[in-house]
T-cell receptor
Framework: GAVVSQHPSWVICKSGTSVKIECRSL??????MFWYRQFPKQSLMLMAT?????????EQGVEKDKFLINHASLTLSTLTVTSAHPEDSSFYIC?????????????FGQGTRLTVV | SQELEQSPQSLIVQEGKNLTINCTSS?????LYWYKQKYGEGLIFLMM?????EEKSHEKITAKLDEKKQQSSLHITASQPSHAGIYLC????????????FGTGTRLTIIP
């Protein structure tokens, strides 16, 4: 089956620093990837849509200057949390879509747990 | 925006018993995904349903999408400890676009 890999799986950083999270589709090309955030005991909330070769589309309430998204190739999207603060601590998950004969399916990465201290 | 209601929010079931989790939408579902998540980990894909009346099964888990495509149920037969986790339904907001809106999740606990 399709595999989406996220790196790192967890990261601890100091307040004010930036953190980059990578999302790779390992065995298929993805023109579109999605970034979600999950706070403890809550469901996943879509943050932004990452489009290969163009600007990301952000959901309402998500600061585009704080959460920088780069989708430079068909297999890699990165999310950079700039000037991270403790309230940014969360679980971040990406998904990549693959279109096949059965339609379009979304596959998720393993997630990245960010802790800002 | 499309909202998904999951019920129940939590479920404690004795091992070997059957259980059902429901996912209801206020709008037509263009694609309905079921995932399992252990807290703080990634999502494990279970099944995807697209057609009204569709039903899929994998091992002891069966998922159905009603004819109106506004409600889905996930049924587990003869539950096992390995079934414990958080079950999430996710729905595509529009046809061909897999930007998903997720339900609130159902926490399943299996007791021996």
């Amino acid at each position: 089956g399709a595999v989406v890999s996220q790196h790192p799986s967890w990261v601890i950083c100091k307040s004010g620093t930036s953190v980059k999270i990578e999302c790779r589709s390992l065995d298929f090309q993805a023109t579109t990837m999605f970034w979600y955030r999950q706070f403890p005991k809550q469901s996943l909330m879509l943050m932004a849509t990452s489009n290969e070769g163009s600007k990301a589309t952000y959901e309402q309430g998500v600061e585009k200057d704080k959460f920088l998204i780069n989708h430079a190739s068909l297999t890699l999207s990165t999310l950079t949390v700039t000037s991270a603060h403790p309230e940014d601590s969360s679980f971040y998950i990406c998904s990549a879509c693959r279109t096949g004969r059965d339609g379009t399916e979304a596959f998720f990465g393993q997630g990245t747990r960010l802790t800002v201290v | 925006s499309q909202e998904l209601e999951q019920s129940p929010q939590s479920l404690i079931v004795q091992e070997g018993k059957n259980l059902t989790i429901n996912c209801t939408s206020s709008k037509t579902l263009y694609g309905l995904y079921w995932y399992k998540q252990k807290y703080g980990e990634g999502l494990i894909f279970l099944m995807m349903l697209q057609k009204g009346g569709e039903e899929k099964s994998h091992e002891k888990i069966t998922a159905k999408l009603d004819e109106k495509k506004q409600q889905s149920s996930l049924h587990i037969t003869a539950s096992q400890p390995s079934h414990a986790g958080i079950y999430l339904c996710g729905a595509a907001r529009e046809f061909g676009n897999e930007k998903l809106t997720f339900g609130t999740g159902t926490r399943l606990t299996i007791i021996p």
